[in-house]
């Protein structure tokens, strides 16, 4: 299947700090989704981009799809601790009926020291 | 209301045992997913039910067996569980088109002693 790889690991910021997190891929994707999962929670969606180029905007949180299809970040400005958790992309895998299971990078942990 | 559930959260247990884990989702979705996360945090696919038929098997030891009565449960049952199995088990869902949004339960933390 079509490998996620995601940096950084971890990542230990300031409050007010922006974090950006980075999915890589050797392949075109057909699309990236992304997800949080806060401490001790389960993950949640966030996005979902599939067009090349593609940019779209949550808040403080900015996410793209690079114009080859084959990577993509999500960076947050002016971290919060609240934005404390797990950041992973995902790829969705089709067969043309229905649809697949996601295929995730490792994910980044977002520290935040106050 | 919970739209994907799961129970137990907690399942401590010995190894060689057999367990069960159940899910079920109230969203009317046509997909239900298994997928394993391990001490690392790594998430990975198990298995994917397209309306009670299996549609994808990730090279998962055939100890684990899902099994899925009707499109919103989905059950996962373990036989002789072993220390490697120690890890978070979430259930998700998803409507089934081709590019979908997954609803992901709180999960069962599992710990084989």
């Known amino acids: 299947g079509q490998q996620v790889m995601q940096i950084p690991q971890y990542q230990h910021v300031q409050e007010g700090e922006d974090f950006t997190t980075y999915c890589n891929s050797s392949?075109?994707?057909?699309?990236i989704q992304w997800y949080k999962q806060r401490p001790g929670g389960h993950p949640v969606f966030l996005i979902q981009?599939?067009?090349?180029?593609e940019v779209k905007k949550q808040k403080r949180l900015t996410f793209q799809f690079g114009e080859a299809k084959k990577n993509s970040s999500l960076h947050i400005t002016a971290t919060q601790t609240t934005d404390v958790g797990t950041y992973f992309c995902?790829?969705?895998?089709?067969?043309?009926?229905?649809?697949?299971?996601?295929?995730f990078g490792k994910g980044t942990h977002l520290i935040i020291q106050p | 209301d919970t739209a994907v559930s799961q129970t137990p959260k907690y399942l401590v247990t010995q190894m060689g045992n057999d367990k069960s884990i159940k899910c079920e989702q109230n969203?009317?979705?046509?997909?239900m997913y298994w997928y394993k996360q391990d001490s690392k945090k790594f998430l990975k696919i198990m298995f994917s039910?397209?309306?009670?038929?299996?549609?994808i098997n990730e090279t998962v030891p055939n100890r684990f067996s899902p099994k899925s009565p009707d499109k919103a449960h989905l059950n996962l049952h373990i036989n002789s569980l072993e220390l490697g199995d120690s890890a978070v088990y979430f259930c998700?869902?998803?409507?089934?088109?081709?590019?979908?949004?997954?609803?992901f339960g709180p999960g069962t933390r599992l710990t084989v002693l």
């Open positions: 998700a869902s998803s409507p089934g088109r081709a590019i979908d949004t997954q609803y």
């Open positions: 392949t075109t994707l057909s699309n």
């Open positions: 981009l599939v067009k090349s180029g």
């Open positions: 995902a790829h969705q895998r089709h067969s043309g009926g229905g649809a697949d299971g996601l295929t």
């Open positions: 969203l009317g979705h046509d997909t």
């Open positions: 039910y397209n309306n009670k038929e299996l549609i």
